[in-house]
């Protein structure tokens, strides 16, 4: 089974950054769009940031604008989440996220189903907090 594996989560203090990866040992990123997701506690599953394969990106969370930034490494078989001036209420676990099944998976959506996709992370945990 396809398995992505997200790292870089932490504690970090209002206004600072973190940098989360999402890596596959198993396949190869460059073929699929990546969607990141956060769950805060007791919240819904939301999609944050969506990369293309040609590297297009797409922004579904208005609070995250101008502070999130997602890239990818082909050569090095990775997504990045790059959030900068972090506030308490980014604080969630946030998954990377993709559809494997078929060419449906190669590009970022106006919408996000949650359902559309098939191969996820565990989640990396980010709290920001003083």
């Known amino acids: 089974q396809l398995q992505l594996v997200e790292s870089g989560g932490g504690l970090v203090q209002p206004g600072g950054s973190l940098r989360l990866s999402c890596a596959a040992s198993?396949?190869?990123?460059?073929?699929?769009?990546i969607v990141w997701f956060r769950q805060a506690p007791g919240k819904e599953r939301e999609a944050v940031l969506c990369?293309?394969?040609?590297?297009?990106?797409?922004n579904y969370a208005d609070s995250v604008k101008g502070r999130f930034t997602i890239s990818r490494d082909n050569a090095k078989n990775t997504v990045y989440l790059e959030m900068n001036s972090l506030k308490p209420e980014d604080t969630a676990t946030y998954y990377c996220?993709?559809?494997?099944?078929?060419?449906?998976?190669?590009?970022?959506?106006?919408?996000?189903?949650?359902?559309?996709?098939?191969?996820w992370g565990q989640g990396t945990r980010v709290t920001v907090a003083s």
């Open positions: 996220a993709a559809h494997t099944r078929d060419t449906y998976g190669s590009s970022c959506y106006e919408t996000i189903y949650l359902s559309e996709y098939d191969t």
């Open positions: 198993e396949f190869t990123l460059d073929y699929y769009a």
């Open positions: 990369i293309s394969i040609t590297g297009d990106s797409t």
